[in-house]
């Protein structure tokens, strides 16, 4: 049955329409009251049935009715009385009864229909399932209903196929089976055959009611736009729904707008959905579907939020109390609304109500997606209790009530795999998660998954036996940085989750430092956004003393982590901010509840505060918060190892040695205290090329051998030691080459051995690239691991291997970079460091021939001689580079240098002279004393008279190059004077011109203003001339002309004549207009009266005896020839060329005047004439005329 308000015509065959705007709902058409007329008495007798006040029982009815033999009009009223209240089984009874009792075939069908449509709304209230809470084993499922809807059907066609009726009926049953098959069926690749062809069937049933109907049954449009939101085709479904509201507009049961809105919603639209059900409900206020749907579109627009914006609060609340709630009264049995209420109650933990919302949504559902969702409740349930068992279950009944496998429910699968990390087979939750992925890039999938990834890296940094999991930690970075992409997609509104950032920042902690250090920040900036505003300082005097105030209110482990990446970068001042601000946290901690033990914070932070001080030399604070921590804690041997190395630098003779003696026999077992002492070995033990008899090397041994075999630090040392000890070794025969190739060799196993412990031992790579670098001569295999352990160890020594490769490579540029970048790292004063420097600078001068890099070589080496004056090699290199820019400056041509550079050069000469020689009397000379003082000898008497001959040969060029210059110069300042004098010249001749041109133009001005001012005197002297006194009153009037005669009538021969004085009548030149002269004073002043003309096509015919002028002449020639023609008079002459323009009644335009000479009529003569043409004077002149002028 269709409820509609309006046109409803070709439903269910109703012809008719209702009163436009008249609500029509179901069951309307059935009367309150019915009369069933009764054979016996009178013919008018009958019995009054009440349709709304029915029998319990109609036995008595129906006996009544068989007995009349009523129509099955009666039958069928009656049935649907009962129908309307919803008692179907006595309605299908009494249809029953009313087939068995009629006889024919068309009545029977037409009860039979009705019949099927019955049993199909039982279908419908029917449970899919049987309910769990009921053992009646009598319970009707839809099944049941189905196959008694199709046995009706059956019996039906059986009787007439072709009924219109039944081909709607036939697709509804067919959409309905089509819903349940696939939880009877599981959802495999046959099930979905099987359903697609039932709806294509339906699909062709609603066809054949709409051919049946002339495409006027709404129900059938209806139904086939259902039957193609089933197949998916959401767009033509969307278009079916459309039609059937067009036709049908008022129509709200069904309601057309709904199906629109499910369709935009899968297309996308969500928000022209959300006002098509809002349209819905607008026409129909109690439908239960409209409300939950738009409950369903809050409800989704609220999860786009974060539980704390209020945003979020806002569609949640509306969601569920303004729709949900009114469409759970007006049906709590309804599945979609059951299933909707029910994550509310899953959030409250209302156990007992969520078990009986999810089951009504379950049994008594024929959506799959409805079933889906209330098997998930039921899992989260279970979920919730930890009932890991019956939770998988209901998981799983989920995914495949929706498809299972590649399509199934999202939500199920994720909480399967959840389930699987709480049962620890991380391996089956990985596969899950990954599977999911690979489908939809799901922000909860990919943060579980990138956190399991990153635990199995992180535990295997405590395992025993290190493993390479370096391929689980990239996982891991890859997948939580795809989920802080999709948190800065602003369309998605998802709040960042520390707990990725925590992950993150551990994973970037020894590859990207930096990294981690943003993560960690960026956590830090979570956290101040969520204090509140009460809790901020209203004090603080800008934002960074504020963040400094509020952050001693955040957790102090990340206070700590911040500060621990601020040290590792050099930043000390701002880690040691960071460090007291933590402590200051952990004070506030502890006053807020004294029961939080914040010991071992404090301790740890405290450690980390006095390190800092360390690195930024403030020994005497890093002291005092020692022994602070010793005083607390005198166990704490790491605060005791600190204060014996601060010592160490403070007092490296006495105090220092003393601790780390007394520290070594404390804890003799302590492999951060041996390891001390063997740097403190290696710093003042003295050198012996023997290694068995260093001390150093005696305690790295004792340490393998007693404590443990695989201290990485002694590992290290002892190689050092055996790489330190071949690079000394003597390599003058083959023997010493083999027993130094055999040092190396001992030093790479040592620090190979160390490698293999820890991968990431930086000083073991580099004491193994110098070793490779050194013994092989690989200096691009040492660039490799140098470049590589560079990233690892802030140090200067892996810049200054650097540069010593790139400087064997002959790259000299780059050598100079790391040279200067560990020159930068607190060597600043290293002569080892400044001789680097100086013999790669001398290097490149040499390849490149440039005096400047020598000069550049010289600075450093005279640099490396001031802070090691007693080093004889040093001062010898210093001579060596005074005597090679020498021989440099004297070998360049006299255009490449200068007098000065010279005279430089000589006096580092006489200084290599003189140092020479105290170099060779040096107890321990660099180089055999006879070599040093020929080399002096050679400088003396060589070079030196050498750089006198360039000095004198260079100041002739350069004085002979000065006069050419000065000569040069001259000429150009001559040259340059001469263009001057020039530019001025011309300047001047256009200054001339332009004040020429000025006067001549005063000139003419002044001329023209003569003009104008004779020109005024002449037009005064004329006006004056024309006024005349009057003889009574005495004032001053324009004189009055004369009348003249008056004309002679047309067509007499002659001209006109006037009485006018023939001066007077040629005053006005040919080409000017003629005013007419008033007769009076009065009428001159009298306003001239406007004309308005206006363009007409002239109705006479034009004669065609006469033909075109052989010449075009223009107005003027034509004006002029006028009264040179053959006795013809200039009135004939304009008759016989008609203008192309007449007047027109004063309102009409005329045509423009011409610039011809006219005369002058009297005032008279214009009123004799009594209708004068305008084109009187403008197309010819009167005879007699002047022309003079």
Same mark, same amino acid.
């Given at each position: 049955?269709?409820?509609?308000?309006?046109?409803?015509?070709?439903?269910?065959?109703?012809?008719?329409?209702?009163?436009?705007?008249?609500?029509?709902?179901?069951?309307?058409?059935?009367?309150?009251?019915?009369?069933?007329?009764?054979?016996?008495?009178?013919?008018?007798?009958?019995?009054?049935?009440? *349709?709304?006040?029915?029998?319990?029982?109609?036995?008595?009815?129906?006996?009544?009715?068989?007995?009349?033999?009523?129509?099955?009009?009666?039958?069928?009223?009656?049935?649907?009385?009962?129908?309307?209240?919803?008692?179907?089984? *006595?309605?299908?009874?009494?249809?029953?009864?009313?087939?068995?009792?009629?006889?024919?075939?068309?009545?029977?069908?037409?009860?039979?229909?009705?019949?099927?449509?019955?049993?199909?709304?039982?279908?419908?209230?029917?449970? &899919?399932?049987?309910?769990?809470?009921?053992?009646?084993?009598?319970?009707?499922?839809?099944?049941?209903?189905?196959?008694?809807?199709?046995?009706?059907?059956?019996?039906?066609?059986?009787?007439?196929?072709?009924?219109?009726?039944?081909?709607?009926?036939?697709?509804?049953?067919?959409?309905?089976?089509?819903?349940?098959?696939?939880?009877?069926?599981?959802?495999?690749?046959?099930?979905?055959?099987?359903?697609?062809?039932?709806?294509?069937?339906?699909?062709?049933?609603?066809?054949?009611?709409?051919?049946?109907?002339?495409?006027?049954?709404?129900?059938?449009?209806?139904?086939?736009?259902?039957?193609?939101?089933?197949?998916?085709?959401?767009?033509?479904?969307?278009?079916?729904?459309?039609?059937?509201?067009?036709?049908?507009?008022?129509?709200?049961?069904?309601?057309?707008?709904?199906?629109?809105?499910?369709?935009?919603?899968?297309?996308?639209?969500?928000?022209?959905?959300?006002?098509?059900?809002?349209?819905?409900?607008?026409?129909?206020?109690?439908?239960?579907?409209?409300?939950?749907?738009?409950?369903?579109?809050?409800?989704?627009?609220?999860?786009?939020?974060?539980?704390?914006?209020?945003?979020?609060?806002?569609?949640?609340?509306?969601?569920?109390?303004?729709?949900?709630?009114?469409?759970?009264?007006?049906?709590?049995?309804?599945?979609?609304?059951?299933?909707?209420?029910?994550?509310?109650?899953?959030?409250?933990?209302?156990?007992?109500?969520?078990?009986?919302?999810?089951?009504?949504? @379950?049994?008594?559902?024929?959506?799959?997606?409805?079933?889906?969702?209330?098997?998930?409740?039921?899992?989260?349930?279970?979920?919730?209790?930890?009932?890991?068992?019956?939770?998988?279950?209901?998981?799983?009944?989920?995914?495949?009530?929706?498809?299972?496998?590649?399509?199934?429910?999202?939500?199920?699968?994720?909480?399967?795999?959840?389930?699987?990390?709480?049962?620890?087979? *991380?391996?089956?939750?990985?596969?899950?998660?990954?599977?999911?992925?690979?489908?939809?890039?799901?922000?909860?999938?990919?943060?579980?998954?990138?956190?399991?990834?990153?635990?199995?890296?992180?535990?295997?940094?405590?395992?025993?036996?290190?493993?390479?999991?370096?391929?689980?930690?990239?996982?891991?970075?890859?997948?939580?940085?795809?989920?802080?992409?999709?948190?800065?997609?602003?369309?998605?509104?998802?709040?960042?989750?520390?707990?990725?950032?925590?992950?993150?920042?551990?994973?970037?902690?020894?590859?990207?430092?930096?990294?981690?250090?943003?993560?960690?920040?960026?956590?830090?900036?979570?956290?101040?956004?969520?204090?509140?505003?009460?809790?901020?300082?209203?004090?603080?005097?800008?934002?960074?003393?504020?963040?400094?105030?509020?952050?001693?209110?955040?957790?102090?482990?990340? @206070?700590?982590?911040?500060?621990?990446?601020?040290?590792?970068?050099?930043?000390?001042?701002?880690?040691?901010?960071?460090?007291?601000?933590?402590?200051?946290?952990?004070? +506030?901690?502890?006053? +807020?509840?004294?029961?939080?033990?914040?010991?071992?914070?404090?301790?740890?932070?405290?450690?980390?505060?006095?390190?800092?001080?360390?690195?930024?030399?403030?020994?005497?604070?890093?002291?005092?918060?020692?022994?602070?921590?010793?005083?607390?804690?005198?166990?704490?041997?790491?605060?005791?190892?600190?204060?014996?190395?601060?010592?160490?630098?403070?007092?490296?003779?006495?105090?220092?040695?003393?601790?780390?003696?007394?520290?070594?026999?404390?804890?003799?077992?302590?492999?951060?205290?041996?390891?001390?002492?063997?740097?403190?070995?290696?710093?003042?033990?003295?050198?012996?090329?023997?290694?068995?008899?260093?001390?150093?090397?005696?305690?790295?041994?004792?340490?393998?051998?007693?404590?443990?075999?695989?201290?990485?630090?002694?590992?290290?040392?002892?190689?050092?030691?055996?790489?330190?000890?071949?690079?000394?070794?003597?390599?003058?025969?083959?023997?010493?080459?083999?027993?130094?190739?055999?040092?190396?060799?001992?030093?790479?196993?040592?620090?190979?051995?160390?490698?293999?412990?820890?991968?990431?031992?930086?000083?073991?790579?580099?004491?193994?690239?110098?070793?490779?670098?050194?013994?092989?001569?690989?200096?691009?295999?040492?660039?490799?691991?140098?470049?590589?352990?560079?990233?690892?160890?802030?140090?200067?020594?892996?810049?200054?291997?650097?540069?010593?490769?790139?400087?064997?490579?002959?790259?000299?540029?780059?050598?100079?970079?790391?040279?200067?970048?560990?020159?930068?790292?607190?060597?600043?004063?290293?002569?080892?460091?400044?001789?680097?420097?100086?013999?790669?600078?001398?290097?490149?001068?040499?390849?490149?021939?440039?005096?400047?890099?020598?000069?550049?070589?010289?600075?450093?080496?005279?640099?490396?001689?001031?802070?090691?004056?007693?080093?004889?090699?040093?001062?010898?290199?210093?001579?060596?580079?005074?005597?090679?820019?020498?021989?440099?400056?004297?070998?360049?041509?006299?255009?490449?240098?200068?007098?000065?550079?010279?005279?430089?050069?000589?006096?580092?000469?006489?200084?290599?002279?003189?140092?020479?020689?105290?170099?060779?009397?040096?107890?321990?000379?660099?180089?055999?004393?006879?070599?040093?003082?020929?080399?002096?000898?050679?400088?003396?008497?060589?070079?030196?008279?050498?750089?006198?001959?360039?000095?004198?040969?260079?100041?002739?060029?350069?004085?002979?190059?000065?006069?050419?210059?000065?000569?040069?110069?001259?000429?150009?300042?001559?040259?340059?004077?001469?263009?001057?004098?020039?530019?001025?010249?011309?300047?001047?001749?256009?200054?001339?011109?332009?004040?020429?041109?000025?006067?001549?133009?005063?000139?003419?001005?002044?001329?023209?203003?003569?003009?104008?001012?004779? +020109?005024?005197?002449?037009?005064?002297?004329?006006?004056?001339?024309?006024?005349?006194?009057?003889?009574?009153?005495?004032?001053?009037?324009?004189?009055?002309?004369?009348?003249?005669?008056?004309?002679?009538?047309?067509?007499?021969?002659?001209?006109?004549?006037?009485?006018?004085?023939?001066?007077?009548?040629?005053?006005?030149?040919?080409?000017?207009?003629?005013?007419?002269?008033?007769?009076?004073?009065?009428?001159?002043?009298?306003?001239?009266?406007?004309?308005? &003309?206006?363009?007409?096509? +002239?109705?006479?015919?034009?004669?065609?005896?006469?033909?075109?002028?052989?010449?075009?002449?223009?107005?003027?020639?034509?004006?002029?020839?006028?009264?040179?023609?053959?006795?013809?008079?200039?009135?004939?002459?304009?008759?016989?060329?008609?203008?192309?323009?007449?007047?027109?009644?004063?309102?009409?335009?005329?045509?423009?005047?011409?610039?011809?000479?006219?005369?002058?009529?009297?005032?008279?003569?214009?009123?004799?004439?009594?209708?004068?043409?305008?084109?009187?004077?403008?197309?010819?002149?009167?005879?007699?005329?002047?022309?003079?002028?």
């Amino acid at each position: 049955m269709a409820a509609t308000k309006a046109h409803t015509n070709g439903v269910n065959g109703h012809r008719g329409s209702p009163e436009p705007g008249l609500k029509v709902a179901r069951f309307s058409n059935i009367p309150p009251a019915m009369d069933i007329p009764v054979s016996s008495g009178d013919a008018e007798e009958a019995v009054e049935v009440d *349709l709304e006040d029915l029998m319990d029982d109609p036995t008595e009815l129906c006996t009544l009715l068989e007995n009349e033999r009523v129509a099955k009009t009666y039958w069928l009223t009656i049935a649907l009385a009962y129908a309307k209240q919803k008692k179907l089984d *006595l309605a299908i009874d009494i249809l029953n009864r009313g087939m068995a009792s009629l006889s024919r075939t068309d009545d029977r069908l037409s009860m039979l229909s009705c019949l099927c449509w019955i049993i199909l709304w039982q279908c419908r209230e029917a449970p &899919r399932l049987k309910p769990h809470d009921q053992n009646d084993t009598e319970v009707r499922l839809k099944d049941h209903f189905v196959q008694a809807a199709t046995a009706t059907l059956n019996d039906a066609s059986r009787i007439n196929p072709t009924y219109p009726p039944l081909f709607l009926a036939r697709g509804v049953l067919y959409l309905l089976r089509a819903a349940l098959l696939s939880t009877k069926a599981g959802f495999g690749p046959r099930a979905h055959a099987e359903r697609a062809d039932m709806l294509q069937q339906a699909t062709k049933c609603f066809e054949d009611a709409l051919r049946s109907s002339g495409g006027r049954n709404i129900m059938a449009i209806i139904g086939k736009a259902r039957t193609l939101f089933s197949l998916g085709k959401y767009a033509e479904s969307y278009l079916a729904y459309q039609n059937a509201l067009e036709r049908a507009p008022d129509m709200y049961e069904p309601d057309p707008r709904i199906g629109l809105g499910c369709c935009l919603w899968q297309l996308g639209h969500k928000d022209e959905a959300k006002n098509a059900w809002q349209r819905a409900l607008e026409v129909n206020s109690g439908s239960k579907v409209a409300n939950v749907l738009l409950g369903l579109y809050h409800l989704d627009a609220s999860s786009k939020y974060h539980t704390s914006d209020p945003e979020f609060k806002d569609h949640y609340q509306k969601a569920m109390t303004q729709y949900n709630q009114t469409a759970f009264k007006m049906d709590n049995r309804f599945p979609l609304t059951c299933a909707t209420f029910g994550n509310y109650f899953l959030l409250r933990k209302a156990w007992p109500t969520l078990e009986k919302l999810s089951r009504q949504a @379950i049994d008594y559902t024929d959506v799959n997606a409805i079933a889906s969702d209330g098997w998930y409740l039921l899992a989260r349930r279970a979920h919730y209790e930890e009932n890991v068992a019956e939770a998988t279950d209901f998981y799983n009944r989920a995914d495949q009530a929706r498809g299972g496998d590649e399509r199934g429910y999202l939500p199920a699968k994720f909480g399967a795999a959840q389930l699987k990390v709480v049962t620890n087979d *991380l391996a089956g939750a990985k596969f899950r998660l990954e599977k999911i992925t690979s489908q939809s890039k799901n922000v909860e999938a990919l943060t579980l998954l990138g956190i399991l990834y990153a635990e199995e890296f992180f535990s295997e940094q405590h395992a025993a036996v290190k493993e390479d999991k370096t391929a689980e930690m990239r996982k891991a970075i890859k997948l939580l940085e795809e989920v802080r992409m999709q948190w800065k997609d602003s369309k998605k509104k998802l709040a960042p989750d520390a707990n990725v950032l925590l992950n993150l920042a551990r994973l970037y902690e020894h590859e990207a430092p930096e990294k981690s250090l943003q993560c960690l920040q960026q956590v830090e900036q979570m956290e101040l956004d969520q204090i509140p505003d009460e809790e901020r300082p209203d004090d603080a005097e800008d934002e960074a003393a504020e963040h400094a105030i509020l952050r001693e209110s955040l957790p102090p482990q990340l @206070i700590n982590n911040i500060a621990a990446f601020q040290f590792q970068t050099e930043r000390y001042q701002q880690a040691r901010e960071l460090f007291q601000s933590a402590l200051n946290g952990c004070v +506030k901690i502890g006053d +807020k509840d004294d029961e939080i033990d914040t010991d071992a914070l404090v301790t740890t932070i405290s450690y980390n505060l006095a390190r800092t001080y360390e690195a930024e030399g403030m020994l005497v604070e890093a002291r005092k918060v020692y022994e602070g921590l010793l005083d607390r804690h005198p166990s704490y041997v790491d605060a005791r190892i600190r204060l014996a190395y601060i010592l160490l630098r403070q007092d490296s003779a006495e105090a220092g040695p003393k601790a780390v003696k007394e520290l070594l026999d404390a804890y003799p077992s302590n492999l951060d205290v041996r390891a001390l002492y063997g740097w403190f070995l290696h710093r003042s033990k003295k050198r012996t090329l023997n290694v068995a008899e260093d001390q150093e090397q005696r305690h790295y041994k004792h340490t393998l051998q007693q404590f443990d075999k695989h201290d990485k630090y002694a590992l290290t040392g002892m190689g050092n030691i055996f790489l330190q000890s071949a690079r000394e070794m003597r390599r003058d025969t083959d023997q010493d080459k083999e027993k130094r190739s055999k040092q190396y060799q001992r030093a790479v196993e040592f620090f190979d051995k160390a490698l293999q412990l820890d991968p990431q031992n930086a000083y073991a790579a580099q004491g193994l690239g110098i070793a490779v670098v050194e013994e092989r001569k690989d200096f691009s295999g040492g660039i490799q691991v140098f470049s590589k352990v560079k990233d690892s160890i802030k140090d200067a020594s892996v810049f200054m291997n650097l540069g010593h490769v790139f400087c064997e490579l002959k790259q000299f540029t780059r050598a100079i970079e790391n040279y200067e970048i560990a020159l930068s790292r607190d060597r600043a004063n290293d002569p080892q460091m400044l001789s680097c420097l100086g013999r790669v600078w001398y290097l490149r001068g040499k390849q490149e021939k440039s005096l400047s890099a020598l000069k550049t070589a010289l600075d450093y080496t005279k640099s490396a001689v001031e802070v090691a004056s007693d080093q004889m090699h040093m001062r010898f290199n210093v001579a060596f580079l005074q005597t090679q820019i020498a021989s440099t400056i004297y070998a360049l041509p006299e255009t490449s240098r200068s007098v000065v550079e010279v005279e430089a050069a000589m006096a580092g000469l006489e200084e290599a002279i003189e140092s020479l020689p105290e170099i060779a009397k040096a107890p321990n000379p660099p180089f055999p004393r006879n070599d040093i003082e020929q080399r002096a000898n050679m400088a003396r008497n060589t070079i030196r008279k050498q750089l006198e001959r360039a000095l004198t040969s260079q100041r002739e060029y350069e004085n002979k190059n000065a006069a050419r210059l000065e000569e040069a110069r001259k000429a150009r300042d001559a040259e340059k004077q001469r263009r001057e004098e020039e530019k001025q010249r011309v300047l001047q001749e256009e200054e001339e011109r332009r004040q020429k041109l000025r006067e001549e133009r005063e000139r003419m001005m002044e001329e023209d203003r003569r003009l104008a001012e004779t +020109k005024a005197e002449e037009e005064r002297q004329r006006a004056d001339a024309e006024l005349t006194t009057d003889e009574e009153t005495g004032e001053r009037r324009k004189r009055e002309k004369k009348k003249g005669g008056k004309r002679k009538k047309k067509g007499d021969g002659s001209d006109i004549e006037t009485d006018g004085s023939e001066a007077e009548r040629g005053r006005k030149s040919r080409g000017r207009t003629s005013s007419l002269t008033p007769a009076s004073g009065d009428e001159a002043e009298r306003p001239k009266k406007k004309k308005r &003309r206006k363009l007409e096509r +002239k109705s006479t015919k034009t004669n065609s005896k006469f033909k075109s002028a052989e010449k075009i002449v223009d107005s003027d020639s034509e004006v002029d020839a006028a009264p040179a023609e053959d006795g013809k008079s200039g009135s004939e002459a304009r008759d016989t060329s008609p203008p192309d323009v007449e007047m027109a009644d004063g309102d009409d335009v005329t045509q423009r005047r011409r610039n011809k000479p006219s005369r002058v009529l009297d005032d008279d003569e214009e009123e004799d004439d009594g209708g004068v043409n305008g084109t009187n004077g403008a197309n010819g002149t009167g005879a007699g005329e002047s022309d003079d002028e």
